[in-house]
Every structure is written in structure tokens, then in C-alpha cells.
Nanobody
Framework: QVQLVESGGGLVQAGGSLGLSCAAS????????MAWFRQAPGKEREFVSY????????AYASSVKGRFTISRDYAKNTVSLQMNSLKPEDTAVYYC????????????????WGQGTQVTVSS
């Protein structure tokens, strides 16, 4: 059974940093593009960042570019999101997602999703 389990969410002041991690029980982790999405109350789920199955390609939403960094560890089957210079508008539930040999920003491309972890940035 495939599971994506996020951790690392919490409450942080504006300007602070937070690191998220996602542990993936994927048999062929290296075949999956891994991504982070987020959903704020009353808003649709939106793309944050992805890293390709090879790790050679990354992409970021314009709202987080330069502040967030995505990475993956093939030995541990994990993907991480380092978030710096956080803003109140970054407040959302953050979801980890996996797409088999596909790359993109649309949620429909992703086969598996985690349960989400709450990130709250206070002003």
C-alpha cells in the first residue's frame, strides 16, 4: 500500500523558516516526480514545487520562488521542502504528491497524495 506521510508543519512567525518532509512508501521511488501542493481555507489546491524523478529538474510557483527549496533523498525515499522568509499568505495545508514518470504542475497528474500538514505563519 502506497503511503505518503508529511511531517514538519507548525506555527512560525513571518520571516521565519520551516522544513517539511515527506516519507514515501513507493517501491520505485526513483520513477516518481515528487511535488508539494498547498491549500488555504476557501481556496483551491495550488502547486508549490516539484522535483523530477531524476532530481535533475525542479520547478516552483512564482509566489515561492527564491524562498522555498525542494530536494529528495533516494536512499531514504523522502522529499523535503525548505521554506524560508515565510509570509502569512503561505499559511495553508501542505500536501506531498507523487506522479509516475510525469512532470507538471496540475494536481490531476499526481497518482498519490499525503494527508497534509498544517503550516501557519503569523504576522
Amino acid at each position: 500500500q502506497v503511503q505518503l506521510v508529511e511531517s514538519g508543519g507548525g506555527l512560525v512567525q513571518a520571516g521565519g523558516s520551516l522544513g517539511l518532509s515527506c516519507a514515501a512508501s513507493l517501491r520505485t521511488f526513483s520513477s516518481y516526480t515528487m511535488a508539494w501542493f498547498r491549500q488555504a481555507p476557501g481556496k483551491e489546491r495550488e502547486f508549490v514545487s516539484y522535483i523530477s524523478w531524476s532530481g535533475g529538474n525542479t520547478a516552483y510557483a512564482s509566489s515561492v520562488k527564491g524562498r522555498f527549496t525542494i530536494s529528495r533523498d533516494y536512499a531514504k525515499n523522502t522529499v523535503s521542502l525548505q521554506m524560508n522568509s515565510l509570509k502569512p499568505e503561505d499559511t495553508a495545508v501542505y500536501y506531498c504528491a507523487a506522479a509516475l514518470i510525469r512532470t507538471g504542475t496540475a494536481p490531476l497528474l499526481y497518482n498519490y497524495w499525503g494527508q497534509g500538514t498544517q503550516v501557519t505563519v503569523s504576522s
